[in-house]
């Protein structure tokens, strides 16, 4: 069975502001603003997909506030896994935690290849592939040295990417048309639907800064600044960047590439001006920072289920000078290492966009019940307008599901056979591991410190 922790253990260590905080919300998804929404184009075209983002941008508004309430009542690095197991006991907490596991683990590899894109851009003998693979060898390496030094390196990094972004749509904004952001483009509701997965592309993963909850200096205040901050920059940045992007040029060019913000300025200054090298050379700083947020991400995800019995124990080990959970930053960097070489990013964006998606069903369901269930549970902040903002995250999160997996099937199906797999080998070997009582009283600690 596993044991209560030991106070006298190594553990994370408390050292996030809100600053900070706001640069991991910010430095996890900003990727998206870089690459990977423009697949939407190819199957929306830009009308069809702007409704597309417009709807995801509702539902990420609602389901940051009301997952906010839920992140501060429950500073648990386990996240969506604490919460989930609370409100839904075992079966919805694995739920939870494997769709939390595929978001976060197959972002970086989606990421990995646009870094490759961006530097082949550049530098045309430098092989896509060989961009990536490095990429992984030295994020985990940073991860390993601190908590601290990775969030103020992520506040660097974001900050630069925020500024360039600014100063993109500026330099594009005299080129745009709009009737080039209206030609060639049908609208119809099949292409909306479509265009879903990939309008969540956008704002996906800001969900993560749940796991860091357990290292931020003052959870109560600084977790809702963080996540509303992060929030409101990415809805300006991605509203933006999509439309004025689509109305620079021919949109069509753009939609089944991996760097398509360097393309854009080349049509809208030429292809030769320096703007567009030097755009390519500053966006890396947006892919760091995802790449940088997603892996803090994901560790902490694979650390706190290990904590609990979950998987296997030695990925709850914390290194004892730096404090950062090494283990699970090494073997979940190797699945997404490896899922580099499985399929192309638009599919692997696809597959981390369905976890987050059931992740985000599950945990406005868990609000629901937490509320009737317990009544009395500390809530430092409390979602705004409750019911009504917690109730459109949900029945959006269903709809986004239901579209996911309608015009997926084949990825769907691959995404909710290895959740089964998993859940027989957890019921199968790792349950008589597990001490339930214990991880609740684990997650009510952690609830009042």
């Known amino acids: 069975m596993i044991e209560p922790p030991d106070d006298g253990k190594i553990a994370l260590k408390k050292v996030l502001g809100t600053s900070q905080l706001w640069a991991i919300a910010v430095g996890m998804v900003i990727s998206g603003q870089y690459f990977g929404w423009n697949y939407g184009w190819a199957v929306a ?21 009301s997952y906010t309430e839920l992140t501060t009542s429950i500073p648990d690095a386990g996240g969506p896994f604490a919460y ?47 961009t990536a693979i490095v990429s992984y060898f ?29 100063v993109f749509m500026a330099l594009i ?17 099949n292409g909306v639907f479509a265009g879903i997965p990939f309008a969540i592309w956008f704002f996906v993963a800001i969900e993560g800064v749940a796991m860091v909850a357990e290292e931020v200096k003052n959870p109560i205040k600084t977790i809702p600044k963080g996540y509303i901050l992060a929030i409101l920059t990415l809805v300006i940045l991605s509203v933006g960047i999509m439309v004025l992007s689509g109305g620079v040029g021919d949109w069509r ?21 320096a703007w567009s090298k030097i755009f390519t050379s500053l966006g890396l700083f947006g892919l760091i920072a995802s790449f940088h947020g997603n892996t803090i991400g994901y560790s902490r995800q694979i650390y706190a289920l290990a904590r609990i019995g979950y998987l296997p124990n030695f990925l709850s080990k914390v290194n004892q000078r730096y404090h950062t959970p090494h283990w699970a930053l090494i073997v979940g960097g190797l699945v997404g290492f490896l899922a580099i070489f499985s399929g192309k990013t638009d599919q692997i964006i696809i597959m981390s966009v369905l976890g987050a998606i059931v992740m985000y069903v599950i945990s406005m369901i868990s609000l629901f019940i937490l509320r009737n ?14 019911p009504i903002f917690p109730s459109i995250a949900l029945v959006l999160s269903i709809l986004c599901m239901i579209a996911i997996i309608y015009y997926n099937l084949f990825l769907s199906a691959i995404f909710f056979v290895c959740l089964s797999i998993c859940f027989i080998v957890f019921i199968l070997i790792r349950m008589k591991f597990v001490h339930f009582k214990t991880i609740q009283k684990n997650i009510q600690k952690n609830i009042f410190k």
Do not use: C, W
Not at 102 to 116: E, H
Not at 139 to 162: D, Q, R, Y
Not at 373 to 381: D, S
């Open 253 to 273: 060019l753009l939609s089944e590439i991996d760097h398509p913000l360097p393309e854009t300025l080349a049509m809208a200054l030429g292809k030769n001006n």
């Open 173 to 189: 904004f005299p080129a745009f048309k709009t009737q080039n952001f209206m030609a060639n483009s049908t609208l119809t509701v």
């Open 84 to 130: 989930a197991f609370r409100a839904l006991g075992p079966v919805g907490g694995f739920i939870a935690g494997f769709a939390t596991l595929v978001d976060f683990v197959l972002a970086p590899p989606a990421i990995a290849m646009a870094l490759g894109s961006y530097a082949n851009f550049l530098y045309p003998d430098i092989p896509v592939l060989a």
């Open 45 to 65: 075209g830009t009308g069809g997909f702007l409704i597309s983002v417009l709807l995801v941008t509702v539902l990420y508004l609602t389901f940051i506030f």
């Open 373 to 386: 269930k317990e009544p009395h549970l500390l809530r430092p902040y409390k979602v705004p307008f409750y």
């Open 138 to 166: 030295i994020f985990i390496a940073i991860n390993l040295f601190g908590m601290k030094e990775s969030a103020n390196f992520s506040l660097l990094v974001t900050t630069l990417s925020v500024i360039e972004l600014l």
